[in-house]
T-cell receptor, first 115, second 112 residues
Framework: DTAVSQTPKYLVTQMGNDKSIKCEQN?????MYWYKQDSKKFLKIMFS???????INETVPNRFSPKSPDKAHLNLHINSLELGDSAVYFC??????????????FGNGTRLTVT | GQQLNQSPQSMFIQEGEDVSMNCTSS?????WLWYKQDPGEGPVLLIA?????ELTSNGRLTAQFGITRKDSFLNISASIPSDVGIYFC????????????FGTGTKLQVIP
């Protein structure tokens, strides 16, 4: 049973194309995230949704648009892909319980290569 | 913004040796987390720390939440080949929906 699952695992596409990455979690968590990991392995948060509402929106180009149809799903759509978008994108989830907050649980990532 | 610096950046050790790595922040955190990432996979939680001074173990791993709340340490005892990977610290401010900030990572290589 995969707790946080992302599809596809690999995505190779050309500059200018539009692509989507899907994420689903079966942990019953109410918060989901998208992180970007660059070639130096640095993990940087992009977006966070709590119960389908956007709560964290870092400085990310408008070409990136997250969508959360329900609290178990958070998809990422990217328009007009650029070379610099090449990276590994990780979906994660957590159960925010107020003060403590639970740790993040990550999916296995989607490696995006833009040519 | 918040920055987390991990050291060392990478390390080669002999199987059986103990390993220490640390993480320092320019900000105070209420939660410290340690993750391990294997190639081709997402980070997996190793240890979570919620209180300044807390010392928590998970098998051969021990992590500490620094008293100043600006640092944390991870020790691995008697390393084995499967300890290879990238170790990330992460910090979180409690209250509301606070993001988790990740450290720069420590790449560990174990020589059999």
């Amino acid at each position: 049973d995969t707790a946080v699952s992302q599809t596809p695992k690999y995505l190779v596409t050309q500059m200018g194309n539009d692509k989507s990455i899907k994420c689903e979690q079966n942990l019953g968590h109410d918060t989901m995230y998208w992180y970007k990991q660059d070639s130096k392995k640095f993990l940087k948060i992009m977006f966070s949704y709590n119960n389908k509402e956007l709560i964290i929106n870092e400085t990310v180009p408008n070409r990136f648009s997250p969508k959360s149809p329900d609290k178990a799903h958070l998809n990422l759509h990217i328009n007009s892909l650029e070379l610099g978008d090449s990276a590994v994108y990780f979906c994660a989830s957590s159960q925010d319980l107020g003060v403590k907050g639970s740790p993040l649980h990550f999916g296995n990532g989607t490696r995006l290569t833009v040519t | 913004g918040q920055q987390l610096n991990q050291s060392p950046q990478s390390m080669f050790i002999q199987e059986g040796e103990d390993v220490s790595m640390n993480c320092t922040s320019s900000s105070i955190f209420n939660t410290w987390l340690w993750y391990k990432q294997d190639p081709g996979e997402g980070p997996v939680l190793l240890i979570a720390l919620y209180k300044a001074g807390e010392l928590t173990s998970n098998g051969r791993l021990t992590a500490q939440f620094g008293i100043t709340r600006k640092d944390s340490f991870l020790n691995i005892s008697a390393s084995i080949p499967s300890d290879v990977g990238i170790y990330f610290c992460a910090g979180r401010i409690s209250g509301g929906y606070q993001k988790v900030t990740f450290g720069t990572g420590t790449k560990l290589q174990v020589i059999p």
